[in-house]
């Protein structure tokens, strides 16, 4: 939650943050090196911060750079 909180003082970070609850069901990282958990992480944390509730985040697809993840919430 902490680099949401921060990003959410730049200008662009604001936008961002703001547009989080229209992405779409799957959203894909083309470098993660080599940890898909670090976006989902920041994926969760920014959609929570957007009042996503009841939130799952599920990588697939994932080949060691690039990883898709499956994005749901109850709205």
Not at 27 to 40: D, F, Q, R, T, V
Not at 56 to 68: I, K
Request: hydrophobic letters at 40%.
């Amino acid at each position: 939650m902490g680099v949401i909180k921060g990003l959410e003082h730049t200008l662009l970070g604001k936008a961002l943050v703001s547009l989080w609850p229209i992405f779409g069901p799957d959203i894909k990282a083309s470098e993660c090196n080599g940890n898909p958990g670090y976006h989902l992480g920041i994926i969760e944390a920014g959609l929570t911060r957007a009042g996503a509730k009841n939130l799952r985040v599920e990588p697939f697809d994932f080949n060691g750079h690039a990883c898709s993840y499956r994005v749901r919430w109850d709205q």
